[in-house]
Every structure is written in structure tokens, then in C-alpha cells.
T-cell receptor, first 111, second 116 residues
């Protein structure tokens, strides 16, 4: 079992729709959870972090965390073509020193 | 107010040569993390260093790879006798002395290594 699992996609949504990206993790003691966006040929950039159960909203982005199910998701409302990228889920381990990344989900937003 | 600086941006090496990748952390940061990204894959943790100390190298191959972060100067990731399978993007991130659990990384622009 991979430490952090994501569907590789591609996930295709029409412009204006909600894109839902999902991630599961194996270390039950994980403390912090992050979503990064990576455009082709670029470095990852941090979008959001979450460490408490529930929802956290920032503009068009909402991160959701369910520690009991070891599940974290990212919702992108009013998706734009500029949101087309690979989204990486990342989990910080119990010791707090190392962040483990999933393989990423490719998102395409069709104009 | 420079971010994490990596150089070179692109590096081409022939099989058997050595590759040296450099990473200068953000100002005031003394912790550095190296990750490798193979084409169409996620980031794989390689090594975590503090100044003059390797804290966690569990993700680094035992042979040919080494990393250092000297008291002065950038962190160096060194790959000896490169092979085609080393071709990847290598990213570096840094954090302050005291890393809060919710601290997200700022990555450098990466070094794209191509072994021919």
C-alpha cells in the first residue's frame, strides 16, 4: 500500500464546474495535510494546508479532512482553464520532519 | 527577497559522469529537503539536512548519491557515475529552524537532469 494515494486521472471538468480531487493516506498518526499545484515543467506551489477534521475554505478552494477515514480532498469551485494542472496531495508524517507526496491527479478544465 | 534558489536549471551529463546540484535556501532557513520527480510521477523524498548534519536520508539510494549542507554555502546533491535512470527533476525546499507542523514548502525551480 502506498503511503499517499491519488487517482492519476486525468480528471476532466467543464469550465465553471466543481472539480473534486481525492487522496487517502496510510499513516494514521499523520498530522498535517497539504495540496500543491504543479503546472507542466514547473515546480509545485502550495495551495492549501489543513490539520483539523472538517472543511477549510480559501477562495475557490476547499480542503476537507477526515482523519477517521484517512481521507483528504480538495474541491475547486468555478473551475477555470487556468486550473488545469497536476494536483499533489502531501502528508507530513508523525515525526514532523518529512512530507510524503502522492503521485498527483491531472486536472483538465475544458473551456 | 529571494526564494529557494537552485542551479543549474538544466544539466546534461553523459553516463558515468558526476552531477552536482546546488540549492540555496530562503534567507533565515537552515533546513533543506531534496526531492526527486521522475516523468509523470510524484515527488519522492530523498534527504533532509540541517547545516552540517544529515537528519534523514532514508529516501536516498545507498550508492552513488550523497548530500551535504555545509556551514557556509549552498546544499549540494551529488550523483556519481550517473545512469539514464537518474534523469529526473530534482527539487529542493527549505524551512526555518523551527518547523511548525503546518508549514508548507516553498520549492525552488528545480534542476532538470538529463543523462545521455
Amino acid at each position: 500500500q502506498k503511503e499517499v494515494e491519488q487517482n492519476s486521472g486525468p480528471l476532466s471538468v467543464p469550465e465553471g464546474a466543481i472539480a473534486s480531487l481525492n487522496c487517502t493516506y496510510s499513516d494514521r498518526g499523520s498530522q498535517s495535510f497539504f495540496w500543491y499545484r504543479q503546472y507542466s515543467g514547473k515546480s509545485p506551489e502550495l495551495i492549501m494546508f489543513i490539520y483539523s477534521n472538517g472543511d477549510k475554505e480559501d477562495g475557490r478552494f476547499t480542503a476537507q479532512l477526515n482523519k477517521a477515514s484517512q481521507y483528504v480532498s480538495l474541491l475547486i469551485r468555478d473551475s477555470q482553464p487556468s486550473d488545469s494542472a497536476t494536483y499533489l496531495c502531501a502528508v507530513r508524517n508523525t515525526g514532523g520532519f518529512k512530507t510524503i507526496f502522492g503521485a498527483g491527479t491531472r486536472l483538465f478544465v475544458k473551456a | 527577497n529571494a526564494g529557494v534558489m537552485q542551479n543549474p536549471r538544466h544539466l546534461v551529463r553523459r553516463r558515468g559522469q558526476e552531477a552536482r546540484l546546488r540549492c540555496s535556501p530562503m534567507k533565515g532557513h537552515s533546513h533543506v529537503y531534496w526531492y526527486r520527480q521522475l516523468p509523470e510521477e510524484g515527488l519522492k523524498f530523498m534527504v533532509y539536512l540541517q547545516k552540517e548534519n544529515i537528519i534523514d536520508e532514508s529516501g536516498m539510494p545507498k550508492e552513488r548519491f550523497s548530500a551535504e549542507f555545509p556551514k557556509e554555502g549552498p546544499s549540494i546533491l551529488r550523483i556519481q557515475q550517473v545512469v539514464r535512470g537518474d534523469s529526473a527533476a530534482y527539487f529542493c525546499a527549505s524551512s526555518p529552524l523551527r518547523q511548525e507542523s503546518n508549514y508548507g514548502y516553498t520549492f525552488g525551480s528545480g534542476t532538470r537532469l538529463t543523462v545521455v
